[in-house]
């Protein structure tokens, strides 16, 4: 059974960082690209960021670059998002998702993990 279990999330200033993990367990994880996914309470998915198997190719959302971060230790099962220089937008549900080669699509989501940025 596939399983992404996100941690990480927390109440955090304007300007601070935080790291949020995604522990994968079910299928072989260094076979698959993933990916960082956010919802605004209220509102729609938002693509956040993605990682290639090997970490060797990372991608971002253009509000993201140079604050975000994504990493992955495949000899560990774990995804990683370091968030800095937060703002109160992003405030959201942190997910991470698996990758469904081929459709541009994630075939497996974590239940997610709450970012709230507030003074």
């Known amino acids: 059974e596939v399983q992404l279990v996100e941690s990480g999330g927390g109440l955090v200033q304007p300007g601070g960082s935080l790291r949020l993990s995604c522990a994968a367990s079910?299928?072989?994880?260094?076979?698959?690209?993933m990916n960082w996914v956010r919802q605004v309470p209220g509102k729609g998915l938002e693509w956040v960021s993605g990682?290639?198997?090997?970490?060797?190719?990372?991608y971002y959302a253009e509000s993201m670059k140079g604050r975000f971060t994504i990493s992955r230790d495949n000899a560990k099962n774990t995804l990683y998002l370091q968030m800095n220089s937060l703002k109160s937008e992003d405030t959201a549900v942190y997910y991470c998702?698996?990758?469904?080669?081929?459709?541009?699509?994630?075939?497996?989501w974590g239940n997610g993990t709450l970012v709230a940025v507030s003074s």
């Open positions: 998702a698996k990758d469904l080669p081929g459709f541009g699509a994630y075939d497996y």
């Open positions: 990682i290639s198997w090997n970490g060797g190719s990372t």
């Open positions: 079910g299928f072989t994880f260094d076979d698959y690209s």
